[in-house]
Nanobody, 115 residues
Framework: QVQLVESGGGLVQPGGSLRLSCAASGNNFRLYYMGWYRQAPGKQRELVAHITTGTTTRYEDSVKGRFTISRDNAKNTLSLQMNSLKPEDTAVYYC?????????WGPGTEVTVSS
């Protein structure tokens, strides 16, 4: 069972940037479509970006053009570069498979966009 640990969150001003990282355990990371999810206060968790086993990516409309998802299969890592951050991006961000069955959720990393 893959284990996931997210990092890189923090407090940033509107318009700023952050880069999130996800470290995955196990030998099969390269076989999974992977995604970044977020859960804002009082809202359901949503998938905002995902990447295939290669380099094909898809984004939710609200982050398109601002966020970039990438992966390094040799290092079992998933990244999310977030630019032009907005207050509505404030949430706890999680990585996980993009296709069921999902792995157990990691602790997430909190992103707060505020002046």
């Amino acid at each position: 069972q893959v284990q996931l640990v997210e990092s890189g969150g923090g407090l940033v001003q509107p318009g700023g940037s952050l880069r999130l990282s996800c470290a995955a355990s196990g030998n099969n990371f390269r076989l999974y479509y992977m995604g970044w999810y977020r859960q804002a206060p009082g809202k359901q968790r949503e998938l905002v970006a995902h990447i295939t086993t290669g380099t094909t990516t898809r984004y939710e409309d609200s982050v398109k053009g601002r966020f970039t998802i990438s992966r390094d299969n040799a290092k079992n890592t998933l990244s999310l570069q977030m630019n032009s951050l907005k207050p509505e991006d404030t949430a706890v961000y999680y990585c996980n498979k993009a296709v069921a069955p999902l792995a157990p959720w990691g602790p997430g990393t909190e992103v707060t966009v505020s002046s």
